[in-house]
């Protein structure tokens, strides 16, 4: 008796094939990433931005639609060839018998536009200028980008030092309230005061508790804005920043480089382009277009009316269109307005974000002079009080530490902001976000 196929060798071989195969094209889909760097600089992490993501494959995407577009207008301007075949049999009405008689054909023909009076240049015009559109779009793209991950690389620093505030005010709480017990049970401490202190040692390990989740969370936000959820950056690196000693430039001179540096300006100008050039390829409908056409017959049936070859020009010349030439000429003027429209108003948002973000580096630039001088007298603090801590004559050592490592946490964050607002700066006016900086380890 036969096996049957479902069990055979060859049925089995088949299967495994096919799994292989599919496994091979899962791993293709999905390839596999390089680990991130331990420990990660923000130049690495600035660098893998540009790697693989969902916003930047899918304007990729888009440019490659956009040249897929001209490509297609520009191939219905060239030259047309194509084969005609009509295999038929007919009973002639005219010839005695009325018999069934081969009357096939096929044909070679050529066919190609000579002139349209504009309307393919203008139709050529608005896929280009669509297709920079989109390539100026995929440079905003990268902007948005590098400024995410600059940001998120930014809180993790700043939850690291945020946890190590946090950490030293709770452990002298601690201290502060295991003095308390000890003196509780001599009867130094009244109840009272000791619950006050306990309560003031909870509420710092419930901040302390929070802030350590933040750590995690602000590391996998970190993960996700590179792309690689499944890999938890752990240590990174602090820059030193160049960025701080930069002054605010010129307002005017500021505002005329971004509105004519702004990626997504400059895409809405080639938009209103297109669109401009769509207009004039509307009106191009009310003229003429010239073609030649060749082409050579092969004739079962020979008949005095039909030719075996033909070369000839077609001239076409719209009479009457039913009104749909006005209407597509409306349709690509209003089209024209809304597009200018939205110029202007990215032009105004432009404005507004640049006026904002040279505010912001205002402000900043005086809470860091606050900042620093803050932290020059924690540091000061901190020194006197471990000299009289030595000396035995004060126990505040711990408070002045905490209030010191709170200093320099602040002095990060205000630093952190300014030079994500640079950068922010940077890119509005179409730079490309990068960081130049001596990276020293924490």
């Excluded at 094209?25 to 660098?47: G, I, N, V, W, Y």
Aim: neutral net charge; glycine residues 4%.
């Amino acid at each position: 008796m036969i096996a049957p196929f479902s069990r055979s060798p060859a049925y089995l071989a088949l299967c495994l094939f096919w799994i292989c195969a599919a496994a091979g094209a899962q791993q293709a889909d999905s390839p596999a990433r390089a680990p991130l760097p331990d420990p990660l600089t923000l130049e690495a992490a600035l660098k893998l931005s540009d790697e693989s993501h969902p916003d930047r494959e899918g304007q990729v995407a888009q440019i490659a639609i956009s040249r897929a577009n001209l490509a297609a207008v520009q191939a219905d301007y060239g030259l047309n060839a194509y084969f005609d075949a009509v295999p038929r049999w007919v009973d002639p009405a005219a010839e005695p018998g009325h018999e069934f008689v081969n009357d096939s054909r096929a044909g070679f023909f050529l066919h190609k536009k000579l002139y349209d009076f504009g309307r393919g240049q203008a139709l050529q015009d608005v896929a280009a200028a669509k297709l920079r559109a989109e390539k100026l779009s995929l440079i905003d793209v990268r902007q948005q980008r590098k400024l995410d991950v600059m940001a998120r690389f930014l809180d993790v620093l700043l939850a690291d030092l945020k946890f190590l505030a946090d950490d030293e005010e709770m452990a002298l709480r601690y201290v502060q309230y295991d003095k308390a017990v000890t003196r509780q049970e001599l009867a130094m401490v009244s109840d009272v005061e000791l619950l006050r202190l306990e309560t003031r040692y909870r509420e710092a390990l419930d901040i302390r508790a929070e802030t350590q989740a933040q750590q995690r969370y602000a590391r996998r936000l970190l993960a996700l804005a590179l792309n690689r959820p499944d890999q938890l950056p752990q240590d990174l690196v602090r820059p030193e920043f160049s960025e701080l000693a930069r002054k605010s430039p010129e307002q005017d001179a500021l505002m005329r480089h971004a509105l004519a540096g702004n990626p997504v300006v400059t895409a809405m100008r080639a938009k209103v382009e297109a669109a401009a050039h769509a207009l004039n390829a509307e009106r191009a409908l009310r003229r003429p277009v010239l073609s030649a056409e060749a082409g050579a017959v092969y004739l079962e049936r020979e008949i005095g009316s039909r030719d075996q070859a033909r070369v000839g020009l077609q001239l076409r010349f719209p009479l009457y269109q039913g009104g749909s030439d006005r209407a597509a000429i409306a349709r690509a003027a209003a089209e024209l307005e809304k597009t200018q429209a939205a110029l202007r108003k990215a032009e105004l948002v432009l404005r507004q974000q640049v006026l904002h973000v040279l505010k912001r580096l205002d402000t900043l630039r005086v809470r860091r002079r606050t900042a620093q001088v803050r932290e020059d007298y924690r540091d000061l603090a901190v020194d006197l009080a471990r000299g009289l801590y030595e000396m035995e004559v004060r126990t505040n050592l711990g408070e002045s530490m905490a209030r010191l490592t709170e200093a320099q946490w602040q002095s990060a964050k205000i630093e952190f902001e300014t030079v994500l607002a640079w950068a922010q700066l940077d890119a509005l006016r179409g730079k490309l976000v990068t960081t130049v900086s001596m990276e020293t380890t924490q």
